[in-house]
């Protein structure tokens, strides 16, 4: 292998665990915005707009895991 093909490497493991890091803080994010009434948490921010956001943090989130996941078995 030479030098070349080693950086590319690296790099797309590096942007595989960007994008695993990512997937679980977004998904992390999503939960919370989704679930804070029942943690205790009172934002003075519309439910319905906050649920919305929520939803699309956690299909963000996912699709970063599954991002992830892909291209660290193709390596």
């Known amino acids: ?8 490497r690296h ?3 590096i ?17 919370f915005l989704l679930f804070h009434q029942r943690m205790g948490f009172e934002f003075d921010v519309d439910q319905t707009l906050a649920r919305i956001f929520g939803g699309a943090a956690i299909f963000y ?13 193709q390596n």
Request: aromatic share 10%; glycine share 12%; charged share 25%.
């Open 61 to 73: 989130g996912l699709f970063r895991l599954y991002r992830g996941i892909k291209s660290r078995k």
């Open 15 to 31: 942007r595989a665990i960007y994008d695993l890091t990512m997937g679980i803080l977004w998904t992390g994010v999503g939960l």
């Open 1 to 8: 292998m030479d030098v070349e093909q080693k950086q590319q």
């Open 11 to 13: 790099q797309v493991q």
